[in-house]
């Protein structure tokens, strides 16, 4: 059986915001994401590829696949009982679902980046438990996360979702400086959803 229509929609919870990409967002993303260290791991491409400022809002919207997937904008959410002053939701990042294939249920997340200053907080799996929530209930079968084999961080942080390797897809993808990754890949399918949605809700309770 295929799998539905995704609704391209805000989806929000657990402190986060995931709105569909709008040009406006892009100061907010600049900001966010326009530093070295975001590139250091392997997204963009790599540390070759690395800018900041205009060039990096001159960049982005080259780079994310606007128009063929649903590239998100990662927004923090206050709680009711934050300071006035800290009331305003704030970019912090960017994900995409893409490859959406509904004939055979599967899908996959990626382009994920997020500024530093969350990084080892709740963004993360706040964030993949919206997506994959959206995903499962609307009849997909199997979601594919990979990252660049050099980026143990990122690395790291997928299988602490619970999703399983499935192996490396050699010379995947250009690296910025002209090298070619190979990509280590893992999935989420729908037999495994319960354990990991379970893991998910028990991290995000523990820091609630």
Not at 89 to 107: K, M, Q, R, V
Not at 160 to 187: C, I, M, N, T
Request: hydrophobic share 40%; aromatic share 8%; with cysteine.
């Amino acid at each position: 059986m295929a799998a539905d229509t995704l609704p391209y929609t805000v989806l929000e919870g657990h402190g986060v915001r995931l709105e569909p990409y709008d040009p406006a967002h892009l100061p907010g993303l600049t900001a966010a994401l326009g530093r070295e260290e975001v590139f250091a791991g392997g997204w963009g491409g790599g540390p070759a590829g690395a800018c900041t400022g205009e060039a990096f809002a001159a960049w982005l919207p080259t780079y994310l696949p606007l128009g063929r997937a649903h590239v998100y904008t990662v927004l923090t959410v206050p709680s009711i009982e934050a300071p006035a002053a800290d009331a305003e939701p704030t970019i912090i990042g960017t994900t995409t679902i893409l490859d959406l294939t509904p004939a055979t249920e599967s899908a996959h997340i990626g382009y994920t980046a997020y500024t530093p200053d969350v990084w080892g907080t709740d963004v993360n799996p706040a964030c993949k438990l919206l997506l994959l929530t959206h995903l499962f209930e609307h009849g997909y079968g199997r979601v594919k996360l990979q990252a660049d084999v050099r980026n143990a961080r990122s690395r790291a942080g997928i299988e602490k979702l619970g999703a399983q390797f499935e192996g490396v897809a050699r010379r995947d993808a250009p690296r910025a400086d002209g090298s070619w990754r190979d990509g280590a890949v893992y999935a989420i399918t729908v037999d495994d959803w319960p354990a990991v949605r379970a893991g998910l809700e028990r991290r995000l309770g523990a820091t609630a």
